[in-house]
């Protein structure tokens, strides 16, 4: 449904931009951004994944060791079940029980903090992205950019994709350059 909606936008904007350049005598200039493509070869997107993995790193590492820990536990009440008391069965039953609701609530935790970090990442990373888009598209005056998703055929020549990695590339650079210069001064004083 949505690619059918995308599809008669897609055709909608084309047949406007083609009846006004019909009506101006100068050419509709189009791009296209594949996103797919920045999100996996951008370096900014990288750095965004690496952030994650490392604030994320330390709290998994503690909900698996949690998890181990209720593993071995309940593996041990299942061998020492048959030589324990009923009341000593039931408080170990209750004990893991309350340990594998606490484990589910603690990745359901994490889950809901990674994804809310994800998708604060993420829209920092489009807005970037939209940024250099429309510094190109005025540069180089294009009418209109759209997302590979929209389009059925791509025409080499209007894909805008690795320019705007190259713009990105060089922003990661710049941002490293001033990111060194500050901890350098930092060291220096």
């Known amino acids: ?25 100068t050419p509709v200039k189009i791009g296209v951004l594949d996103w797919q493509q ?30 181990k820990e209720f593993q071995s536990k309940r593996d041990k009440m299942q061998r020492d079940k048959d030589v324990m008391s009923a009341s000593d069965r039931g408080k170990k039953e209750k004990d893991l029980a309350k340990m594998e ?3 589910r609530r603690l ?8 994804t809310t970090r994800h998708r604060e990442e993420m829209d920092n990373f489009v807005t970037l992205v939209r940024s250099e888009v429309e510094k190109l598209a005025q540069e180089e005056k294009y009418d209109l950019v759209l997302p590979q998703e ?7 020549r209007i894909d805008i994709t690795e320019k705007v990695l190259e713009r990105l590339e060089k922003v990661a650079k710049t941002n490293k350059g001033s990111e060194s210069k500050k901890d350098k001064d930092k060291s220096e004083s």
């Open 107 to 114: 990745d359901e935790e994490l889950r809901a903090d990674y």
């Open 150 to 156: 929209a389009t059925l055929y791509i025409a080499d």
């Open 101 to 103: 609701q606490d484990l």
């Open 38 to 67: 920045l999100l996996s070869k951008a370096p900014q997107a990288e750095e965004a994944g690496k952030r994650l993995e490392k604030e994320f790193q330390s709290p998994k590492d503690k909900l698996v060791n949690k998890q």
């Open 1 to 25: 449904m949505k690619r059918v909606i995308s599809s008669i936008l897609l055709m909608l904007c084309v047949s406007l931009g083609s009846s006004f350049a019909m009506a101006s005598d």
